[in-house]
């Protein structure tokens, strides 16, 4: 969710009853070198809590590092390791997902981490690099509990898949069972009916929700109502979409730290999350593109709220 779970996301996420968010990814190598994006990345306001966050990064010593300086700056409830992003400059870094191929390298760091830091390591997998191999899965899963991790967070595809084809939900629950440490899963988790399925069928400890909630913030509550009661939530009416978009945007407007040309094309995005499969959505959008400020966007947005 690079790019997408920031301050404003965040804020909006935990109104609607979300119990635990990540700030985006944050790369170990920039961390080493005061980047000033990753202190973008790390905004935050005291209601924004609990909160974790994940590295990025292929070698244990600059992980470590990284880590430490990272804990200087802010306080989290843990430290997630990233071997599960599937994007080509990532792997070209031999981090993220590229770890699945090596999961000596994965242990290493997880050991380096859990050993020298006083809050927990989590890791974050996918089901496999290039094909699906549950035993292979399982095997990786069990090095990362064995050398430190203390919760495994797996999304339900490999890194050839990205975000597209069907979820493995036989994978996670094999990792599930061979392990003794918590499985949380993700993976298509858009709606109440889907997050049932997974737990249903891979009998995992909890959910990560995560497209699923750009633009549907109250997904947190549906899921969670869903299965305590069974009752089926109602989709939420337009005006109520169009208030909470605006409130989104409004943080953006107070948080973002970016160029302003960015930062209105940014919030153009998140409209465009709230508003799709309105009728006339498309026309919206071409509009969106030639907004040049805030207060116009606001009116664009009002006006799409008043369409039959």
Known sequence: MSGVTDLSFRIISRKFGVEMCFFEMLDAKAMMYDNPANKRLMKTIKSDTPIAAQLLGQDPSVMLE???????????????????????????????????????????????LSSNLKIPVTVKLRTGYNKKDVKECTKTAQICQDNGAAKIFIHGRTRLQGYSGDVDYESIKAVKNALQIPVFASGNIFNHILAKRMIDETGCD???????AMGNPWIFKNIENYLKTGRAPKEPALPVKIKILKEHLGYIEKYKDIARINKIGFMGKVTMWYLKGLPGAKRIREEICGTKSYKELIKLIDRAGNLP
């Open 66 to 112: 990284a880590a430490l300086k990272l804990l200087d700056n802010i306080k989290i409830t843990f430290l997630d390791v990233n071997s599960a992003c599937p994007a080509r400059k990532v792997i070209k870094k031999g981090a993220g997902a590229a770890l699945l191929v090596h999961p000596p390298t994965l242990g290493n760091i997880i050991k380096k």
């Open 206 to 212: 909890g959910l990560l929700v995560a497209r699923g």
